[in-house]
């Protein structure tokens, strides 16, 4: 059975960084497109920063470009996301999704990230 676990995540004031980890059990996740999406309250999910399988080729939000960084651990079988700089408008819960395919795809159970100004 395959488990995403997000961890990482907490309070921190405006400017400040944090660094969330996806890990996962059941699957290598080298082998998924794997993203980190967040979700604040009243709005819709989004898509924050992706990491393809294999090679790694990496794509941002436009919001979080130059201030987020996504990367993959293969000996930890992590995919962690480096947020600099961050604002009051990435408060958020953040989820890790892998996904292998349309009928293989994973989801985390979020973990909440709350900048204060």
């Known amino acids: 059975q395959v488990q995403l676990l997000e961890s990482g995540g907490g309070l921190v004031e405006s400017g400040g960084s944090l660094r969330l980890s996806c890990s996962a059990a059941?699957?290598?996740?080298?082998?998924?497109?794997t993203g980190w999406y967040r979700q604040a309250p009243g709005k819709q999910r989004e898509l924050v920063a992706v990491?393809?399988?294999?090679?790694?080729?990496?794509n941002y939000a436009d919001s979080v470009k130059g201030r987020f960084t996504i990367s993959r651990d293969g000996a930890r079988n992590t995919v962690d996301l480096q947020m600099n700089n961050l604002k009051p408008e990435d408060t958020a819960i953040y989820y890790c999704n892998a996904h292998f395919s349309e009928t293989y795809d994973f989801w985390g159970q979020g973990t909440q990230v709350t900048v204060s100004s």
């Open positions: 990491i393809t399988s294999g090679g790694g080729t990496t």
């Open positions: 059941g699957t290598r996740l080298g082998a998924a497109r």
